[in-house]
């Protein structure tokens, strides 16, 4: 066999050999490595080219051709198995990077209003679209606010009704006490217009706490009142009763019937106790109507002549109607609540279920 041809044969078995090696090459490192072995100026090939040297001079630029073919093949070789290798390698990292979204995350608790302050915020919300400005007077009160600018003298039987917390109190000081109802909001806000030299129109919600010695399935010491009031000239009875009629529906968010029964309060003249059509049954008659088809919701009347007297109001130009409800009862009524210590207990459970109603 000639020089040429065994050189020829060595060549061939080279490429084949590298051809393979890099087919089976593990990582990007180990070709690396292959490329060293093969195509560095210590490499194989350049071992094989030493050969060339002892070839006659015609035989030389044949068998360079064939050199440089093998080192293109060589590197062509090279170049894709990396590739393949480097697409590999990135899609092995991206699994091994995987995260498992699967897993419930971990949620925060998310509070909510008590079902109370709900209610009142509603009501309030509704009266205020109406028009009705809202004012907070204070929890710890005089007489002459709480009973005697309402129309409620000293000796006055209705003052025994109201099952008043009294602070204690040396003879000189008035006594002080934790209001018994909102209605001393509206003594307030009718001084404050008339002491800072306005004058009605005055038409005020006055959303708040109020206490009473009083406690059982239906009574707690503390509870809430919404106390509504307007004073104009010519304000009659029948603004009041559209006004109501509004208000419920509007709460209830269905078309309510009202009935006005004849009742007495010392501040308002004529007074009315306002029942509604019973909610739960329809007004067929039901344990919460015992019966009736009616619910008592609260008490409301024309501003007695005395009150407007109290604060400087004159009674011969203006008139006014008012009325005062109860939170914790609408709130009971809207939701089917069964008991009102349900609202001061803290049991979880109910506010949970009530935090998300609304
Ligand atoms: N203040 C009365 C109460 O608490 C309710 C009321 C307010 C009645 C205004 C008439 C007018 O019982």
Known sequence: MSEIDSLK???QRLQEKALASFKNAADLNALQELRVTYLGKK????????GVGKLPPQDRPVIGQFVNATKTALAEALDSAEALLAVK?????????????????????????????QGLNE?????????????????????FH????LNIPQEHPARAMHDTFFFEASDEQQAKLLRTHTSPVQIRAMKNCVESGGEPPLAVVAPGRVYRCDYDVTHSPMFHQVEVFKVDKDVSLAHLKGVLKHFLSAYFEKEIDIRLRPHYFPFTEPSAEVDIGCVFCAAKGCRVCKGSGWVE???SGMIHPNVLKSVGIDSEIYSGFAFGLG??????????????????????????RMGVSK
């Open 89 to 117: 390698e990135k899609e092995q990292r991206i699994e091994a990077e995987r995260i498992d979204i699967t897993l419930s995350g971990r949620t925060s608790p998310r509070g909510a209003l008590h079902p109370v302050q």
């Open 43 to 50: 490499g194989e090939l350049t071992h094989v080219l030493k």
């Open 123 to 143: 009501m309030t919300a509704i009266f205020s679209q109406m028009g009705f400005e809202i004012s907070e007077g204070p929890e710890i009160e005089d007489e």
């Open 9 to 11: 044969g060595e060549l």
């Open 297 to 299: 919701v609260l008490g």
């Open 146 to 149: 709480n009973f005697d600018a």
């Open 327 to 352: 939170v914790e009862r609408l709130v009971m009524l809207k939701h089917g609540i069964p008991d009102l210590r349900l609202f001061f207990e803290n049991d979880m459970r109910f506010l949970r």
